[in-house]
């Protein structure tokens, strides 16, 4: 993500993708709007006019339709870092630590990392932006990595430009320690490492999924402990793909206890008591949380790590999971 200028904006995210043979005989814009939802469809329009985002590396009119097996790509102008759309929020934060270079923040499930169109309040970048106002000369005030909407845990943010570019380049050089805990569904008879690409899935464009045209994606796994019909594992991510846990996981048949979009509709696994079956159906959200952070911290590269306990959620989920008949593992 370098930080290099287009226009007013500074340029953060890159777009790659080529487009599924399922799509063709479809408008360009049709397609990109799908694949990068969380923009307007108006703007995708207005950067495919100005060359911004490319087709075989040609600009073309949004209306174009496509064969299939186009190459799409670009450096997108960041919108998310207009001042005019982002405004400080007073939003509790919990700082796990701070230096003048970087924050570490314990986010909690729910909270939206940054805004996007038609999202501009209520955001960890909000939040940012009212504990330090200096973060808004950082794109997208000092945010690198991302965590779903209802993943819990920890997110590092750079507080100046040097250490911004410093843990962009650290995440592209996979340097950054990054393990999760996770419970899922069913019970794998050991860890392993999951390497299957993962891109956009070729009909649901607004999920991902193991796709051999996707980019390179490592997952190793290991089970922490098992219960009679569901798991909870640790995960050490060596990408960062989109959804990556998820999609790898649900992949391999084993999806994450709560996750609505990768697991489908929910199902419990026959033998278990009426207290897993309400404890799993009602839980909220994808049940994973980001347990351990390490990086080499961009000013006097040392390596530092931090870490947090479960969050009370995933933590009663678990305590419910062992009380299960039948738990003799």
Not at 64 to 81: F, M, N, W
Not at 142 to 170: N, W, Y
Not at 258 to 278: H, N, S, T
């Amino acid at each position: 993500m370098p930080s290099s200028q287009s226009g007013s904006y500074p340029i953060t995210e890159k777009i790659e993708f080529i487009v599924a043979d399922t799509d063709a005989g479809r408008r360009i814009d049709q397609v990109l709007a799908e694949a990068v939802s969380q923009l307007s469809r108006a703007r995708l329009q207005a950067w495919l006019k100005d060359g911004t985002i490319t087709v075989d590396g040609e600009v073309v009119a949004p209306r174009l339709k496509v064969r299939g097996g186009e190459q799409v790509s670009g450096q997108l102008p960041d919108v998310a870092t207009n001042s005019d759309e982002v405004l400080p929020e007073n939003i509790s934060l919990d700082i796990h630590y701070e230096d003048s270079d970087l924050l570490v923040v314990n986010k909690p499930a729910g909270l939206v990392m940054h805004i996007a169109p038609g999202n501009y309040t209520g955001t960890l970048q909000n939040a940012l932006l009212h504990h330090d106002s200096n973060l808004a000369n950082i794109p997208r005030a000092g945010i690198v990595h991302r965590l779903d909407k209802d993943t819990s845990g920890l997110v590092m943010i750079s507080r100046t430009l040097a250490a911004h570019h410093s843990l962009v380049q650290q995440l592209q050089d996979r340097s950054v320690h990054r393990q999760y805990d996770a419970v899922v569904i069913g019970v794998p008879v050991a860890g392993g490492t999951i390497e299957a690409p993962i891109g956009r899935h070729p009909v649901d464009r607004k999920k991902m999924a193991v796709n051999e045209r996707g980019k390179p994606a490592i997952t190793h796994y290991r089970v922490a402990e098992k219960f009679s019909r569901h798991c909870h594992i640790r995960v050490k991510l060596e990408t960062g793909r989109t959804h990556q846990i998820r999609v790898h996981m649900a992949n391999m048949r084993y999806p994450l206890i709560g996750d609505d979009v990768y697991g489908g509709r929910r199902q419990i696994p026959g033998g278990v008591g009426d207290d897993v079956k309400a404890a799993v159906m009602r839980f909220p959200r994808q049940a994973l949380n980001a347990s351990e952070l390490g990086i080499e911290h961009p000013k006097t590269g040392e390596f530092i790590q931090w870490s947090v306990p479960l969050p009370d959620d995933m933590q009663q989920l678990i305590n419910t999971l062992k009380t299960d008949a039948g738990n003799d593992r």
